[in-house]
């Protein structure tokens, strides 16, 4: 073995020019890394350290990058706009630059995962377009790691009845949603207030008086309203035709975990012989981080999330059986401590018994 390195910058540019800041962490391994993960993220790739440590420590090189208008990245911020176009051309240019070794993983939680299923979209139908003669095999990444997934404007903005999650979004928005860096978190009592005047005041007033072009810059006021006008995603047409393996990650205490599984019954459904698979567990938005001391220790004794992680990615990739001695393996996997024993471990599931939950 040989040490992993620190990050690298590489240049990378989308397809109409903007440069989109990018760090490389190669794995320690001496011979060929399993895989090359891509994160694409708007909260600053230079936070990201331990997490491109802990995949390179797991084999894998990991590239992770400003996405447009944010931090590192030139052009202007506009959150789920161009994630797709631009991770595409990421990956192309990792492949054309021989950045990368193995194949070629999209991942990420939160927006990034958004980041990720949407390249994985544009790849694939580049692919469909494309001539048979064109040099796509490379780019067409071995799978998706998508963990507690925020998919789309509408998806982040509206509970599934199409109620406005106004708490949340007021204190997203005003943080990562107008500035080309993250601001400070509104102080509980702040949010506490902007969300009791949204809920008392209507949505005509959250709509023309809540966020303010004096206070978040040019252009906020309708940025902040194109949010609460976006229609909801279809995700069948979406993604319901792509062949890329999915492994979603969500868990019964997430904000969208309605919209997570929702995508993993779509992904693929139109296609023949997609992989699918849910990790599903009793966390929220901080995925392993939200268990107790108990559940948490279980969980590393097992490896993890990574070892489900990567157990999906052997898989994916064909260096693994698609089934186990016990038969094919299940749609879901639930972390859940045992009836009798009390015991943590995974259980087999199925995205219909996650939804009664």
């Not at 001496?30 to 891509?38: D, N």
């Not at 978190?185 to 004096?214: C, F, I, K, N």
Request: with cysteine; proline share 5%.
């Amino acid at each position: 073995m040989i040490p992993a390195t620190g990050a690298h910058s590489l240049q990378i540019y989308a397809d109409d020019g903007v440069r989109l800041a990018t760090d490389h962490y190669r794995s320690s391994t001496e011979e060929t890394a399993l895989g090359t993960v891509l994160i694409r993220t708007p909260y600053g790739r230079t936070k990201y350290a331990e997490q491109a440590k802990a995949w390179t420590r797991a084999g894998y090189d990991a590239v992770i990058q400003d996405v447009r208008g944010r931090y590192g990245s030139g052009g202007e911020w506009h959150p789920y706009v161009s994630e797709g176009r631009d991770g595409a051309a990421t990956a192309k240019q990792l492949v054309s630059n021989n950045y990368f070794r193995g194949p070629l993983i999209l991942a990420g939680a939160s927006y990034d995962a958004h980041a990720a299923v949407e390249a994985a979209r544009v790849l694939e139908m580049e692919l469909v377009l494309r001539t048979a003669a064109g040099p796509v095999s490379s780019c067409v990444p071995v799978a998706v790691v998508a963990m507690v997934p925020a998919l789309g404007l509408y998806e982040t903005a509206r509970h599934p009845d199409g109620t406005p999650r106004f708490q949340d979004r007021i204190g997203w928005w005003h943080r990562h949603g107008f500035d080309r860096t993250s601001a400070e978190a509104l102080s509980p009592a702040e949010l506490q207030r902007r969300y009791r005047q949204a809920e008392e005041l209507g949505m005509g007033w959250v709509l023309q008086g809540l966020v303010r072009d004096a206070e978040y810059g040019s252009g906020a006021g309708d940025k902040w309203r194109q949010l609460w006008d976006a229609p909801p995603l279809d995700l069948q047409n979406l993604y319901g035709k792509l062949n890329t393996p999915l492994l979603m990650i969500s868990g019964q205490r997430d904000f969208f975990v309605a919209e997570a599984l929702a995508l993993a019954r779509a992904w693929g459904g139109a296609a023949s012989g997609s992989v699918v698979q849910t990790i599903w567990g009793p966390w929220g938005h901080g995925l392993a981080r939200d268990l107790d001391t108990g559940a948490a220790a279980a969980l590393r004794e097992q490896g993890g999330l990574m070892a489900r992680i990567k157990d999906f990615l052997a898989v994916a990739g064909g260096c693994s059986q698609s089934a186990t001695a016990d038969g094919p393996r299940p749609p879901a996997l639930q972390w859940q401590p045992d009836d009798h024993s009390g015991a943590w471990g995974w259980t087999p599931a199925t995205t219909d018994s996650l939804q009664l939950q």
